[in-house]
């Protein structure tokens, strides 16, 4: 009894109290923001007791976190993985249907989006695997290894179909194998890979409404009904693989000694980044790739795609310098900004705050994220370093995503605001995820 107080009092002194703050401050501005974003509409008590009531539920999994040794995610790598993708098929089977996607389980009062605690289960599972494998990263069999636990992931949430839950997967992996010093070629193949899978079906959406929205026939329109009605796509592919392939016989012969499994590994890169650009495109709705798209000119569809992006982007310059005030942003209150208290909250506090209130969030963030890459640069072992490092990771994708798409300098994905952006799954599983670093940071001083 002596002992457990002890460790307890202990835990108190070496928390990390710096992030916690952040963590708090955020959440109490997402509770002023989202009252003032959904005010307009009389449901500011509904959304604030959802949130409210996430933060509640997520406190107490941050707390029973922080107090459970991360080592043993360690020993738990394969149940976990296979928890977090069993999580995924049962949502396919037993979930709801919310804006075309099944992906929450239903309680009645209250529905949880499981992948955003399968992304979480992801990084320790992947952490663990990197960390006893970390010998053998220049071995074939490695990369397999991480491209199965990485695709099964991916198309169980792309059977959803939730793009936007599989964009962090992509970055965090990459970040972490880098971490554990996996060579660069290797890494290249990946994003290959992954260019190929989500570019090719954004590049054929983008020529369709570059077609579609062409007032005359130019030389350019002429090119995209060519390129549409053949198969020059296939060619193009299968003259790249030639071309590898000539390229390192040519350099064999000049005596110039590169490894056949350099070439192979990329050519096979290549042909499943294009094959896995049909399973994107046929589960990616119409609307979905035309905001992936429209970024690049909003006008080309302003009442439409590129709506969201025009009044956000309105709504970020009319708050200047010091904004208009606390629920006297006019693009919020009078209803034309859209998903004001889900995707576009930035812009939100950027219309009312002005300047210095977006600033003010931009450093909370900076701050936040940096606190968490030194937890994983003060971690007492790899594997706690190789975790906060991707959870790390995690977060800043989503801030420096949200906070480009809503200023129209990234495709409009979906992707919330961490700890700001209305959302009780993705309030909690940032609750259990900050709980995680604060554990990491504290078993550096202790074994228990």
Not at 241 to 260: E, M, N, T, V
Not at 293 to 311: A, E, H, K, M, T
Not at 342 to 360: K, L, R, Y
Request: charged share 10%; net charge positive; aromatic share 16%.
């Amino acid at each position: 009894m002596i002992k457990s107080r002890n460790f307890y009092r202990h835990l108190v002194s070496v928390i990390d109290f710096q992030l916690i703050f952040l963590v708090i401050t955020l959440m109490f501005i997402s509770f002023a923001v989202i009252y003032s974003a959904c005010s307009n509409y009389g449901m500011s008590f509904k959304y604030l007791s959802v949130q409210l009531l996430a933060f509640i539920i997520g406190f107490f999994g941050f707390v029973l976190i922080v107090n459970f040794n991360y080592q043993y995610y360690k020993y738990l790598d394969k149940f976990i993985y296979i928890l977090s993708s069993v999580l995924l098929v049962s949502v396919l089977i037993f979930g709801s249907v919310k804006r075309g996607t099944r992906g929450w389980f239903n309680f009645g009062f209250i529905s949880f989006q499981p992948v955003e605690i399968a992304k979480i289960m992801f990084i320790l599972s992947l952490a663990s695997f990197l960390d006893r494998k970390s010998k053998e990263t220049g071995k074939i069999s490695f990369l397999i290894s991480v491209f199965v636990m990485l695709v099964v992931h991916l198309i169980l949430i792309m059977m959803q179909p939730d793009f936007s839950s599989t964009l962090s997967y992509f970055p965090v992996t990459l970040i972490l194998l880098f971490t554990i010093g996996i060579e660069p070629f290797y890494l290249f193949c990946i994003v290959i890979f992954g260019s190929l899978a989500v570019g090719i079906p954004l590049l054929e959406t983008f020529l369709s409404m570059q077609l579609q929205f062409s007032q005359s026939k130019t030389f350019l329109t002429n090119f995209i009904v060519f390129l549409k009605a053949n198969w020059i796509g296939v060619y193009a592919v299968v003259m790249i693989l030639c071309l590898i392939i000539s390229c390192w016989y040519f350099l064999w012969k000049l005596k110039i000694r590169i490894a056949p499994i350099y070439p192979t590994i990329l050519c096979i890169s290549i042909l499943l980044g294009c094959l896995s650009s049909l399973a994107v495109e046929r589960s990616l709705k119409d609307y979905q790739r035309k905001r992936l798209v429209v970024f690049l000119n909003p006008r080309f569809d302003p009442r439409g795609s590129g709506y969201n992006i025009i009044q956000s982007k309105i709504a970020i310059g009319s708050g200047k310098f010091i904004g208009k005030g606390f629920k006297k942003g006019t693009q919020t209150q009078l209803g034309f900004l859209p998903e004001q208290h889900t995707d576009f909250i930035f812009s939100v506090i950027a219309e009312e705050e002005g300047w210095v209130g977006a600033q003010i969030i931009l450093f909370f963030y900076f701050f936040f994220v940096w606190r968490a890459f030194v937890i994983a640069k003060n971690a007492r072992d790899r594997y706690g370093s190789l975790v906060a490092t991707g959870l790390a990771s995690m977060f800043m994708f989503y801030i420096v995503i949200n906070i480009s798409m809503v200023m129209g300098m990234m495709p409009a994905t979906g992707v919330p605001l961490p700890l700001l952006s209305y959302g009780g799954s993705s309030i909690f599983s940032s609750l259990c995820a900050v709980g995680i670093l604060c554990s990491i940071s504290t078993r550096k001083y202790t074994h228990s």
